[in-house]
């Protein structure tokens, strides 16, 4: 995330929008403004944001089926923000993915506080951990090893930054997670396809040790997204909304 977290605001009326963004920035936050569903991709692509403040209120847009996009190719963080006081309203914008919602009218000081709750939730996800579970799977980053429940054979062995990349992917399994967020060192050159090589030893590890239930498939132009197939397949929030 570095020093300063990048955030897009996505907000079609320029002065609610310009204002977010004068406080956004003068609290230490990297601020791009979009005002449609097409600049905010051309926005994520430029910055690889780490979370995303979204207007459900866009014109002719639904904000919910954005969000919904969102979370389906990216791994950036969503905070909705909506004039909408309706319970149903706000489980719908949870429901799509979103990690929280704020509603019109609000404080600064409250969406500055909502900012930094799933900033640090989404840091103590990327935090080292020394056991990281899946369905059957265990992955020891400790060890850098990789075992299923109810299996006698050894644990798979990988190299610490496969292990590094596959716990990303473990924990933020059914979800598109990006190149630039598998290589933790930011902005990528595009010829440099050195994740594409460790997910590819990743991926034959797993076919070579039967773990055949552990799926990395890949996300064209983007990164990677984990599946969990099989009789131990764990549902996305978003497939249950």
Do not use: C, W
């Amino acid at each position: 995330m570095g020093d300063k977290a990048s955030i897009i605001v996505v907000e079609d009326d320029h002065r609610m929008g310009s204002a977010l963004q004068r406080n956004l920035i003068k609290a230490g936050y990297q601020v791009t403004l979009s005002d449609s569903s097409q600049s905010l991709r051309l926005a994520y692509r430029k910055t690889a944001a780490d979370l995303v403040l979204l207007d459900l209120n866009l014109g002719n847009e639904d904000g919910i089926d954005i969000a919904r996009e969102l979370v389906a190719t990216t791994s950036v963080a969503v905070i909705i923000i909506t004039g909408r006081m309706e319970l149903e309203d706000r489980i719908e914008g949870l429901d799509a993915g979103a990690d929280d919602y704020i509603v019109k009218p609000f404080a600064t000081d409250e969406l500055l506080a909502r900012i930094r709750a799933v900033l640090r939730r989404r840091a103590l996800e990327r935090a080292p951990a020394g056991m990281i579970e899946l369905g059957p799977f265990r992955l020891d980053t400790t060890n850098q090893s990789l075992s299923r429940e109810g299996v006698s054979t050894p644990a798979l062995t990988l190299t610490g930054t496969e292990a590094r990349i596959l716990g990303i992917l473990l924990r933020q399994h059914n979800r598109a997670v990006s190149r630039e967020r598998l290589s933790n060192r930011g902005p990528q050159d595009p010829g440099d396809r050195s994740i594409d090589v460790h997910v590819g030893n990743i991926r034959r590890k797993l076919r070579e040790a039967g773990f055949d239930e552990l799926v990395i498939g890949p996300i064209r132009g983007f990164g990677y997204r984990l599946r969990l197939e099989g009789k131990d397949a764990v549902p996305s929030q978003a497939d249950l909304s």
